[in-house]
């Protein structure tokens, strides 16, 4: 059921928000509007598509080159722009949000390079802790955010380190006190350094971030008395990103981008850990997954195919629907966490399949300290790379060219690591070593994946 609420609120005080409750009944929202997000214009142009929308919204010459001045002077669509972009006041903010809330799919066809570039600029300012978000809201609106209750704001939404800050917005009446666990830092930005009003400290949530209601205080600052809802940030937008565990008691560590889905899976220890393997896929209309999988030269199996999996309604179950090669004996699963950050993968995993003759399939070491764990299948590519420290950890997933040795990957981090990135890598093999030759990353045009040279590791 949804509840409509107009609100004033930090930062953008033309916005009419939008409070959505945490049922079942949000899951299609979630699932197009995000994951679109994510799809649209992988290569899109920031100042082309801010250009359009405000030629979209009619909005006058000055006010769009007020917004894509600092772009042109700079001869970039940076991410740093974007969120200096985001924190002044032009039309840019409450029209982009008022047009997500309102899923008004001209304008965000629009302006969808600029979200995509927005939302993956937060990812290396990750905070935890307890921010502030000022709201005037009678009575009415104020008794929708009742004790317990769930629910999320579909658009970016402001806050602050300071309860000051957030005070003297909008001449609120309502501050609410988000409290963000280190399990979800991934949910914002703290842009306090790339603001255009660094004083404000701000910290920027990204869309759908979902809410619970804790309890409901009171406060006097300045001889104003403002009633204070107390949320925890429970979960993210409605997506797959977690661990998960199968129907036979084994481990799954997904991450979702868009509609593009990214795991690492593995035998339970009491199993001895004796498969392993990565997979990549595609969601398509009805939330179900087209996944490619490769068995990983650390576990026993050699296995490799396709099969799609159903995702239900909450996003909290997927049940296997087809395996044309009836080799993936897993029929279900089913998430056990929705927290992003998992402990880091053993450094001193074992090798179960090595050969020599085969110049890819094997340990490789690269320059940027990771270890990567890679099968090949044909033409077929899979890999597992990860920090010893756990500063990030990746998929990918691929096809080669024997003829001229490129391999051609999708790649994307996963919960074990705490980095959450994704991208293109196009590589080129020569006898027991890799050059990365170019990548893509989505919605960023600089250089982000940090390994550009890769040896293969004898075995012990």
């Known amino acids: 059921m949804d509840s409509h609420v107009e609100e004033k609120n930090q930062r953008d005080e033309k916005h009419k928000f939008r ?14 509007n995000f994951k679109t997000f994510f799809d649209i214009s992988r290569s899109g142009c920031v100042i082309e598509a801010i250009r359009y929308f405000g030629k979209l919204l009619k909005r006058s010459k000055d006010e769009i080159n007020e917004v894509i001045d600092p772009f042109l002077e700079n001869n970039t669509d940076h991410p740093f722009l974007c969120i200096f972009a985001y924190t002044k006041e032009t039309f840019l903010v409450y029209k982009m949000n008022d047009s997500i809330r309102s899923d008004s799919k001209e304008q965000l066809n629009a302006i969808y390079p600029y979200v995509n570039v927005l939302i993956n600029a937060l990812n290396p300012y990750p905070f935890y802790g307890t921010v502030y978000r000022g709201f005037l809201l009678n009575s009415e609106q104020l008794s929708k955010y009742k004790k317990d209750r769930t629910f999320f704001w579909p658009g970016f939404s402001s806050a602050t380190k300071k309860f000051a800050v957030a005070a003297r917005f909008a001449q609120c009446n309502v501050v609410f006190e988000i409290r963000i666990p280190e399990a979800f830092s991934h949910c914002c930005g703290d842009i306090s350094d790339k603001s255009a009003y660094p004083e404000e400290e701000e910290v920027l949530l990204k869309p759908y971030t979902y809410f619970r209601v804790l309890d409901t205080k009171t406060q ?60 990549y896929g595609i969601i398509s209309d009805g939330d179900i997954i087209h996944l490619t999988f490769g068995d990983l ?30 080799i993936f004996l897993t029929k279900s699963w089913s998430r056990i966490s929705a927290q992003y950050y998992q402990n880091p993968i053993s450094t001193r995993l074992s090798m179960y399949r090595y050969d020599d003759s085969d110049q890819l399939t094997g340990h490789w070491k690269c320059n940027d300290d990771g270890n990567y764990y890679i099968s090949r299948f044909n033409e077929s590519i899979f890999w ?53 030759l170019d990548e893509q990353l989505k919605g960023i045009n600089e250089n982000t994946f940090l390994g550009t040279e890769w040896y293969k590791v004898d075995v012990e």
């Open 19 to 32: 409070a959505i409750e945490g049922e079942n009944s949000y899951s299609e929202t979630v699932a197009t």
């Open 220 to 279: 006097t600052h300045n001889k104003v008395k403002y009633t204070i809802p107390i949320l925890l940030v429970e979960a993210t937008a409605l997506t797959l990103s977690g661990a998960w565990k199968s129907n036979d008691d084994d481990d799954y560590f997904i991450c979702q981008y868009g509609r593009q889905v990214f795991w690492y899976a593995r035998s339970s220890e009491n199993k001895g850990y004796n498969w392993s393997h990565v997979a």
């Open 297 to 326: 030269p650390i576990g026993k199996d050699r296995y490799t195919g396709n099969i799609d999996i159903q995702i239900s309604s909450d996003y909290a179950n997927m049940t296997k629907i087809l395996d044309a090669k009836n």
């Open 384 to 436: 597992l790379g990860y920090h010893p420290r756990g500063r990030w950890c990746n998929v990918a997933v691929g096809k080669m060219d024997k003829s001229s040795g490129i391999i051609d990957l999708n790649w994307g981090d996963i919960v074990c690591g705490a980095d959450r990135l994704y991208g293109t890598l196009k590589l080129l093999v020569k006898k027991r070593t890799m050059k990365k």
